[in-house]
């Protein structure tokens, strides 16, 4: 029965060690390589080929009717609330085809023969993905300037079985998919700098899954009947 007790005392040990060493720099993506530059900027889209999507901005002018005539804020379930018209269903559509849904729907009851114009103000669509090792894995909007740090805070911060010194980005540069690794330790004591993240940039945070494993071996066995015993 002793021996049965430091057998698993042993490997219990060994899982500590073992989970200690991974918190540490390493792997095959390398540590802020010099091409590792700002992304590619977005291609531009035709008025007719873009289609709406949530936290977009429009702005809806309707000819002669300025208290309809303002911008428009796409909410995270694809709608706005327009006067008149209520909720408006817009994810999914070009400028053109909500121009024309709007034109319908005012014409119904409100206006007569009513033109209606819809542009783009503002994309929703610059978000930056985080996952791995987070509290709150998710894709968050990319509002103005962004860091590293300012990122993974996004997510709630690193989790418990995070390795902040192994945190990977992907970016497209030149037309290719590249990869770059930091260390968010060095980065919160001021020995590195704090990167920038673009929008669609993916964010991942190295975890081990080993100290995940010991944390529910420790719970497992008690401890304490195991030193009374020997």
Do not use: H, W
Not at 79 to 108: C, H, I, W, Y
């Amino acid at each position: 029965m002793r021996l049965t007790f430091l057998l698993r005392l042993m490997a219990i040990c060994g899982f500590s060690l073992f989970a200690s060493a991974c918190s540490t720099r390493g792997g095959s993506i390398p540590y802020a390589p010099q091409g590792f530059v700002a992304p590619d900027a977005p291609k531009a889209l035709a008025a007719d080929t873009y289609k709406l999507a949530p936290l977009d901005v429009v702005t809806v002018t309707v000819f002669q009717v300025p208290d309809l005539s303002r911008d428009y804020a796409i909410d995270f379930t694809g709608r706005f609330t327009m006067p008149l018209v209520g909720n408006v269903q817009a994810t999914g559509l070009s400028t053109g085809e909500l121009a024309a849904d709007l034109q319908a729907k005012l014409g119904v009851k409100y206006l007569r023969n009513p033109n209606v114009t819809v542009a783009l103000k503002e994309s929703g669509s610059r978000t930056v993905t985080v996952d791995g090792s987070v509290r709150e894995p998710g894709v968050f909007p990319a509002v103005g300037p962004l860091t590293l740090m300012q990122t993974v805070a996004l997510a709630k911060g690193v989790d418990g079985y995070a390795n902040p010194r192994r945190v990977a980005v992907f970016r497209m540069v030149g037309g290719k998919r590249m990869a770059a690794a930091f260390d968010l330790t060095d980065i919160r004591r001021g020995k590195q700098d704090d990167p920038a993240i673009y929008a669609g940039d993916t964010v991942i945070v190295d975890g081990s899954k080993l100290r995940q494993a010991q944390q529910q071996l420790f719970q497992a066995i008690p401890l304490l009947p195991i030193f009374m015993a020997l």
